[in-house]
C-alpha cells in the first residue's frame, strides 16, 4: 500500500461494477472521507477490472454485484493481482461480501477483528 505524509498506509480505492452512477456517486463520497482512504477511480467489471486496478494502481475494489458469490472477474483479478481486497457490494446497497486472495490465518483473523471493530 502506498503511504500518505504521516507514513501511514493510504488503501486505494477502485469503485467497479453493475452499480448505478448514482450509487456509485454515494459510495465514492462515503468511502472517500474516511481516514487513509483514496478513491482512485472508477472501474468496469470483465476483462477491464484487471487494467483499471493496474491504472489506477489500487489495493481495494468497491465492487458492485448481484449476489454473494464470486463474479468472474475476480478470478482473473486474482491471478494478475494478487495482493488486492474485493468488497462486493449488492445492488440494494445493503448487503456485502469480502473476498480475498490467498487468505492465511493471519489475514483471515485480521479481516474478523477489522469488520467485528465496525459494528
Known amino acids: ?9 493510504q488503501i486505494r480505492l477502485l469503485i467497479a ?3 448505478t452512477g448514482m450509487l456509485r456517486d454515494i459510495l465514492a463520497r462515503v468511502v472517500g472521507t474516511g481516514d487513509g482512504i483514496r478513491v ?15 491504472r489506477h ?6 465492487l458492485g454485484i ?9 478470478r482473473d483479478l486474482f491471478k494478475q493481482c494478487a ?6 457490494i449488492a445492488a440494494d446497497g445493503r448487503r456485502a461480501s469480502v473476498f ?7 489475514r483471515l483473523m485480521e479481516t ?3 469488520f467485528r471493530r465496525s459494528q
Open 66 to 74: 448481484d449476489d454473494s458469490e464470486l463474479p468472474a472477474a475476480c
Open 40 to 54: 482512485v477511480g472508477n472501474g468496469e467489471t470483465g476483462e477491464d477490472l484487471v487494467g483499471s486496478v493496474r
Open 1 to 9: 500500500m502506498e503511504s500518505d505524509v504521516a507514513g501511514t498506509s
Open 100 to 106: 480475498a486472495n490467498d487468505l492465511s490465518p493471519t
Open 112 to 114: 474478523i477483528r477489522l
Open 83 to 88: 495482493d488486492v481486497i474485493v468488497v462486493g
Open 57 to 62: 494502481a489500487a489495493n481495494v475494489v468497491l
Open 17 to 19: 461494477g453493475p452499480t
